[in-house]
């Protein structure tokens, strides 16, 4: 299996881009990763927050095969303890599954027609974070789920 992650525009923090990079290199060690970055709608102006949600819903699904298997990461969405969500990325693989993408939109969130055709859901929380935010949590979870499978330590249970 190969993980997509799907992202809306660069992550602008310096800080918060070397620590996903770190967990990011993590992951590489026991799955393959693509990263896809969707570049940021400039000048919406007066079109407003629908127009630039259904601008990056287009460049969402754009993005997306049809051999995957997505799943947005929303408020309302499933939420796993880690060691759940290790259990969950363990029966995709099981499953022969070729592509998890996760996706992570942009500030306002996903447009309709992306709720529409991607009904998959996972949550990190019930609280809201910074869509930058949530690219590093998503990336230490996946790192904590892949450690929790191989038996190692960074997971103290």
Partial sequence: MKL????IGKTD???LKEAIDKYLGRVRNYISVELVVIQDI???GKKGIDFQKEEEGRQILRNIGQAEEVFLLDENGKE???EDFSVFLQKKM???LKVLTLVIGGA???SNEVYTQVPNR???SKMTFSHQMVRLLLVEQLYRAF???NNEPYHHR
């Fill in 4 to 7: 997509k992650l799907i992202f």
């Fill in 13 to 15: 923090e310096a800080w």
């Fill in 42 to 44: 400039k000048n919406i």
């Fill in 80 to 82: 796993f303890s880690s």
């Fill in 94 to 96: 099981n499953a022969g």
């Fill in 108 to 110: 306002f969130g996903f």
């Fill in 122 to 124: 996972l949550s990190l």
């Fill in 147 to 149: 450690s929790i499978l």
